[in-house]
């Protein structure tokens, strides 16, 4: 069984509480969409970030390790390896209605996750009710998103030591004088109306430094996933010719943890590791049909 790592900074644009989740430009919560920048809106990137903002994280994340049991694989062909979450997914809890998540988090949906590299793209789709998997969200059975949602119920979980170990950002207030100070820089320099009213608003925002105030207290807080991916699998070989599609009766085992959110920069760092079978990828083609 192959262990994948990957990790790295992702994008989500998206209003925050008491802000109902649609707010398109934030207006009572501690995020916001800045003048010039288009609508708030939701979706997690894990590459690509639209209008990033600057001196923000740079958003990417990467495979940085993978194992075959405890074996390190320095050659495997998904080692550096890009990984996306594909179809716009964002977090859904309908006010939570949906899970029991008390942070308001609940899950990451829809979840198509895909590594790509050198021409090899390996993507798998879990598929939250396979009896209906075309039923809309708000009609799948309460109990069926279990499977699904965060593994803290009682809200996000406060690990300093963690963030700090993987983004070197150890002292939040200092972060955000920091990011201050380079932005008040910047609009001394600035001379166009618009990015000089996205400054002073940024500013204000990084002006607040009362410890337990969600813009600080945020970059210390991380929420946590674990499940299988159920659905189809799907591979496409370096050089071209038809792809590989098949179903896998076994889940693949996920972990993964979200978390060091930068409300300035809309970016927060996540880590995962996927387990599949050790003949998903090869350098050569592998011959599914023996195992659909």
Request: aromatic fraction near 8%; hydrophobic fraction near 40%; charged fraction near 25%.
């Amino acid at each position: 069984m192959l262990s994948v790592h990957f990790n790295g900074w992702f994008q989500c644009r998206l209003a925050t509480n008491p802000d109902p989740s649609d707010e398109p430009r934030g207006v009572s919560g501690y995020t916001f969409a800045m003048p010039g920048e288009p609508d708030l809106d939701r979706i997690i990137r894990f590459q690509h970030p639209r209008s990033p903002r600057s001196h923000g994280p740079s958003v990417g994340v990467g495979v940085d390790a993978v194992f075959d049991d405890d074996s390190p694989m320095p050659d495997h062909p998904l080692l550096h390896a890009r990984v996306e979450l594909l179809e716009a997914p964002r977090f859904e809890s309908r006010n939570l209605l949906l899970t029991d998540d008390e942070s308001g988090i609940g899950l990451v949906f829809p979840f198509h996750l895909q590594f790509s590299r050198n021409g090899l793209v390996l993507r798998r789709k879990d598929v939250i009710y396979p009896a209906q998997p075309d039923l809309p969200l708000h009609l799948v059975p309460p109990d069926i998103f279990r499977r699904r949602s965060a593994t803290i119920l009682a809200g996000m979980q406060r690990d300093p030591l963690r963030i700090a170990e993987m983004t070197g950002i150890a002292d939040a207030l200092a972060f955000r004088k920091n990011r201050r100070t380079t932005l008040e820089q910047d609009l001394a320099v600035t001379s166009d109306p618009v990015t000089k009213s996205a400054l002073k608003k940024r500013i204000r925002e990084l002006s607040i430094e009362a410890p337990m105030d969600m813009r600080v207290l945020s970059m210390s807080l991380i929420q946590s996933w674990q499940f299988g991916i159920n659905g189809p699998v799907e591979v496409i070989h370096p050089g071209g010719g038809p792809s590989d599609k098949y179903d896998d009766p076994a889940p693949w085992p996920l972990f993964f943890w979200m978390g060091a959110w930068d409300a300035d920069a809309l970016c927060g760092f996540m880590k995962g590791m996927i387990q599949i079978p050790s003949e998903i990828v090869r350098v050569s083609p592998p011959n599914f049909d023996q195992a659909t």
